[in-house]
């Protein structure tokens, strides 16, 4: 690498401990490297995408400088999107091969285009992609059930899931938030918008039972924080909570908590939320300890099985590395990601109590 690529690398992606200026631009390559020509961004070369993680890795590449490569990822998304405003779940070369449509991969969009703009200020662009935006929210929101939760899943033959994952409705309300910035950026007011978000939170919040258990799942445990509906004292009590059943000392953050698997986009995930409530040495320490996954050409593997001492799967993911790069960018102050990921700047929709939930539902709750 010469000395004028590692300056090219912003200072914000240099985290003592977790990358240097040349490691960072090493795995910012790893991720150009396996985007298509269209813009696509596969898990990896010859790999599937599908519309969450690719979104995951653009904002990587906008946190990196790299605003033309993102720009062309959000691109694809607009040139893919169905007519409904939705995505297929699952992609590979370019074609469609799960045509079932998951809410939050949906709802995405909003939080990779207001990312991408902060990150640019590009008014063209966010006029470009706003009717795809606007689509996509519509699509999610019209699959909003009664208690303010949404629906995880249109099946291919149209029919709605009837029950809502926690971690996707959390990654939607950080959505739903983000695409109102946009909304209100653009001065195209979305009241049924803000309801929904609204409703949205106050579910999360409050009444978990109205979420499918997935508690064995680390990102159940982290999303509420990382979605933005938990912040101060609610938030900080969910992270102790969940501490010692996920977190490995020294490895990372188990995917679910009754397997010895860690893995790295749960762990740079979790670094996110941390560093969200104020909690950046512990960030800091996740990041360092998920160095092992970290392949010489500057990718990360998915996962380690450390009863095993064996990585699983053999694969090293755009998303793993993007969500690493996201972690490290938000402690280093970027604005867009500090701003995305902080969410106090965010519009937070409108304020729902369980009253207002039952008079809008015709029943008790």
């Given at each position: 690498?010469?000395?004028?690529?590692?300056?090219?690398?912003?200072?914000?992606?240099?985290?003592?401990?977790?990358?240097?200026a040349?490691?960072a631009?090493?795995?910012?390559?790893?991720?150009?490297?396996?985007?298509?020509?269209?813009?696509?961004?596969?898990?990896?070369?010859?790999?599937?995408?599908?519309?969450?993680?690719?979104?995951?890795?653009?904002?990587?590449?906008?946190?990196?400088?790299e605003?033309?490569?993102?720009?062309?990822?959000y691109?694809?998304?607009?040139?893919?999107?169905?007519?409904?405003?939705?995505?297929?779940?699952?992609?590979t070369?370019?074609?469609?091969?799960?045509?079932?449509?998951?809410?939050?991969?949906?709802?995405?969009?909003?939080?990779?285009?207001?990312?991408?703009?902060?990150?640019t200020?590009?008014?063209?662009?966010?006029?470009?992609?706003?009717?795809?935006?606007r689509r996509?929210?519509?699509?999610?929101?019209?699959?909003?059930?009664?208690?303010?939760?949404?629906?995880?899943?249109?099946?291919?033959?149209?029919?709605?899931?009837?029950?809502?994952l926690?971690?996707?409705?959390?990654s939607?309300?950080?959505?739903?938030?983000?695409?109102?910035?946009?909304?209100?950026?653009?001065?195209?007011?979305?009241?049924?918008?803000?309801?929904?978000?609204?409703?949205?939170?106050?579910?999360?919040?409050?009444?978990?039972?109205?979420?499918?258990?997935?508690?064995r799942?680390?990102?159940?445990?982290?999303?509420?924080?990382?979605?933005?509906?938990?912040?101060?004292?609610?938030?900080?009590?969910?992270?102790?909570?969940?501490?010692?059943?996920?977190?490995?000392?020294?490895?990372?953050?188990?995917?679910?908590?009754?397997?010895?698997?860690?893995?790295?986009?749960?762990?740079?995930?979790?670094?996110?939320?941390?560093?969200?409530?104020?909690?950046?040495?512990?960030?800091v320490?996740?990041?360092?300890?998920?160095?092992?996954?970290?392949?010489?050409?500057?990718?990360?593997?998915?996962?380690?099985?450390?009863e095993?001492?064996?990585?699983?799967?053999?694969?090293?993911?755009?998303?793993?590395?993007?969500?690493?790069?996201?972690?490290?960018?938000?402690?280093?102050?970027?604005?867009?990601?500090?701003?995305?990921?902080?969410?106090?700047?965010?519009?937070?929709?409108?304020?729902?109590?369980?009253?207002?939930?039952?008079?809008?539902?015709?029943?008790?709750?």
């Open positions: 690498m010469t000395a004028a690529e590692e300056a090219a690398v912003p200072d914000a992606l240099v985290l003592p401990g977790v990358l240097d040349a490691q631009a090493a795995t910012v390559r790893t991720i150009l490297a396996d985007q298509r020509p269209d813009g696509a961004i596969p898990w990896f070369t010859g790999g599937h995408l599908d519309p969450w993680d690719h979104t995951e890795a653009a904002m990587a590449l906008d946190a990196a400088g605003h033309q490569a993102a720009e062309a990822a691109h694809w998304l607009a040139a893919a999107q169905n007519a409904d405003g939705s995505w297929y779940a699952s992609y070369d370019g074609v469609p091969d799960n045509r079932a449509k998951e809410t939050n991969f949906c709802a995405y969009i909003a939080v990779g285009a207001w990312h991408h703009h902060l990150a200020g590009d008014d063209i662009f966010l006029d470009r992609i706003w009717p795809a935006v996509a929210i519509d699509f999610v929101v019209g699959l909003q059930l009664p208690g303010g939760a949404i629906s995880w899943r249109q099946e291919e033959d149209g029919t709605t899931a009837g029950d809502a926690l971690t996707g409705s959390s939607i309300l950080h959505a739903l938030r983000c695409a109102l910035a946009v909304a209100d950026h653009l001065e195209e007011p979305q009241p049924d918008w803000e309801l929904a978000a609204g409703r949205l939170a106050h579910a999360i919040a409050h009444h978990p039972e109205r979420f499918l258990d997935k508690s799942y680390s990102m159940d445990w982290y999303y509420p924080v990382l979605g933005t509906a938990l912040r101060g004292a609610a938030a900080e009590r969910r992270m102790a909570e969940g501490w010692d059943r996920f977190v490995v000392q020294g490895l990372g953050v188990r995917c679910v908590s009754d397997r010895p698997w860690v893995t790295g986009g749960e762990s740079a995930e979790l670094a996110l939320a941390l560093w969200a409530v104020g909690q950046s040495d512990r960030a320490d996740i990041l360092r300890w998920i160095g092992h996954l970290r392949h010489p050409d500057g990718s990360y593997w998915t996962g380690y099985v450390f095993d001492d064996a990585v699983w799967p053999e694969e090293r993911t755009t998303w793993t590395a993007g969500s690493l790069l996201l972690a490290v960018a938000a402690l280093g102050g970027d604005h867009a990601t500090a701003t995305v990921f902080g969410g106090d700047q965010l519009p937070p929709g409108l304020a729902v109590a369980d009253c207002c939930e039952a008079a809008r539902d015709g029943s008790r709750t």
